[in-house]
């Protein structure tokens, strides 16, 4: 075992205490699970009617961006297995700053997500228990899942597991029973089944008029990131894995085939079992199909599958930001609590942290829906940085380990750094597209709530994040001796006493 120094060593000691206990089927029900959300259970709906059959292509092309992700994320992770993940990488290659803002980044994306999830159990709950009062669900909700991220990290695995499952479950019922209806062309509540669907859709396979625009399905785009987003988990939960250089490269892999099957595949068979104006916002695609088809028990048990992956983004949310917050803790750039830790490995501290954000979240949502409709809309931008994050991070290892500074990770992504670099491009015209269907969304100004998010809300944030770091920038320079900037130049460590560290190699009191 190699002893390493000064910001090497710092990076590799937020691994300290932390138990690697995710097994393989852990990890491969993380990767699954982290697919398949209320993004595509409830969220294809309103994207189905406003869409058409086009959408198919939409889910399929960022399906693809996804796989680049993914494939940037295995390369990273085979480089240095870390539990701080896109915070320790930001801050391996491109300094304190970069870390601070990609973690704070980080955690406002699933502390309010996780509000919006804790949301809408309640609703969901309802569906059952119409006078059942929502604050009641959410706590109970919150009780289950920070008691389960509590315990360890295998809970928060064995939990994700049989999450995964049932929601794998229920889309293999729905693809089975799909390709019956449409092969066997059944009638659907008047409504024949058959691919034919795809072009006799009212308005074609691509609507361009009556309210229809012709870059409507580049424009939804942007919303089918979101129902993407979590895919990243798998970065994050490398560093508690058993083997992460042996797990994450077949999760990785499989990554394009779970996309095509279980969203591609499941927006196929809508589109070709029903015309997309059967579909409406806010009512899953799904329970519409198995209500027509007369099997309303199975609304039912979708309604059990909202919960299980509202649960389930909750259970990621707080697994996630307690140890990114730990990470940030680690240098200072979070308040110095969030670095407690139990026996059994789990940053408590920062879970507990995001659980109090949680409850006054909701609480707030209850309260005002519109002032949190906003706050809502700011995750989708620190989705879309995690996610800018990750690329840019490859295209910096890479250009690192091509000069011989690294070792190269036995995991790299293939045809780099153009897929990083479209993934780039991507990403910046999801911003684009996210403000023009706000300024679309409402003819009152005040009420396109996108559009004032990415016009005011990210100036907003980039203000508050500077002021930030201006207060803690200081303590920060203490704790690391004034080495701020990134581990690596060009032509080896940045720091004179550095020495290389091992990839994947173990450091000294770190386990």
């Known amino acids: 075992m190699t002893q390493v120094s000064g910001a090497q060593s710092a990076l590799d000691a937020e691994q300290v205490g932390y138990k690697q206990t995710l097994g393989r089927r852990h990890v491969q029900m993380i990767a699954i699970g982290g697919a398949i959300g209320t993004g595509l259970f409830l969220g294809s709906a309103s994207r189905l009617h406003s869409t058409g059959p086009a959408l198919l292509f939409s889910y399929a092309f960022v399906g693809v961006i996804a796989y680049f992700l993914m494939r940037a994320l295995g390369e990273l992770v085979l480089h240095r297995a870390t539990s701080g993940a896109f915070v320790s990488y930001m801050r391996e290659f491109y300094g304190e700053a970069a870390a601070y803002v990609t973690g704070w980044m980080y955690w406002l994306n699933w502390a309010l997500t996780g509000i919006a999830e804790l949301s809408a159990v309640g609703l969901y709950m309802q569906y059952w228990f119409p006078n059942l009062p929502a604050w009641a669900t959410v706590l109970v909700a919150l009780a289950v899942v920070l008691a389960i991220n509590l315990l360890s990290a295998r809970a928060f695995g064995e939990f994700e597991f049989w999450a995964a499952i049932l929601k794998v479950a229920a889309i293999v019922v729905f693809l089975v029973v799909g390709l019956v209806v449409v092969i066997g062309t059944f009638d659907i509540g008047g409504h024949e089944a058959g691919v034919s669907n795809l072009w006799s859709n009212p308005g074609g396979f691509w609507p361009a008029s009556d309210g229809f625009y012709w870059y409507g399905p580049i424009l939804v785009m942007s919303g089918v990131v979101f129902a993407y987003a979590a895919i990243e988990m798998v970065g994050v939960a490398a560093g508690e894995m058993e083997d992460a250089h042996r797990e994450v490269p077949k999760a990785v892999n499989a990554v394009i085939m779970r996309i095509a099957v279980f969203y591609c595949g499941s927006i196929l ?26 099997l309303s028990w199975m609304g039912a048990a979708i309604q059990v599958i909202l919960i299980v992956a509202a649960m389930s983004s909750l259970n990621s949310g707080l697994y996630s930001t307690g140890r990114v917050l730990r990470s940030l803790g680690m240098s200072k750039q979070a308040p110095a609590f969030t670095l407690k830790m139990s026996e059994s490995g789990v940053p408590w501290a ?62 790299q992504a293939p045809w780099s750094p153009w897929t990083s670099i479209i993934g780039l491009v991507f990403l910046a015209l999801v911003i684009v597209g996210l403000a023009v269907s706000g300024w679309q969304s409402s003819p009152y100004f005040w009420h396109k709530t996108t559009f004032l998010v990415v016009v005011l809300g ?8 500077w002021v930030g770091w201006i207060a803690v920038r200081p303590k920060v320079a203490a704790d690391t001796g004034g080495r701020m900037q990134s581990v690596w130049t060009n032509d080896g460590p940045r720091y004179v006493d550095e020495e290389p560290f091992p990839v994947g190699g173990d450091v000294e009191g770190a386990q």
């Open 269 to 294: 068979l809508l589109v070709c079992m029903l015309p997309t104006s059967e579909f409406k916002p806010g009512i899953s695609p799904f329970v519409t199909v198995f209500d027509r088809l007369g």
């Open 350 to 411: 920062g879970i507990a942290m995001t659980s109090v954000v949680y409850v006054f979240g909701a609480l707030l949502n209850a309260l005002a829906p519109d002032a949190f409709e906003i706050a809502l809309e700011a995750a989708a931008i620190g989705v879309v940085f995690t996610w800018a994050s990750i690329f840019l991070c490859q295209i910096r290892l890479r250009q690192l380990s091509d000069r011989g500074v690294v070792p190269p990770s036995p995991f």
């Open 458 to 465: 990210i100036p907003v944030i980039a203000l508050v994040l």
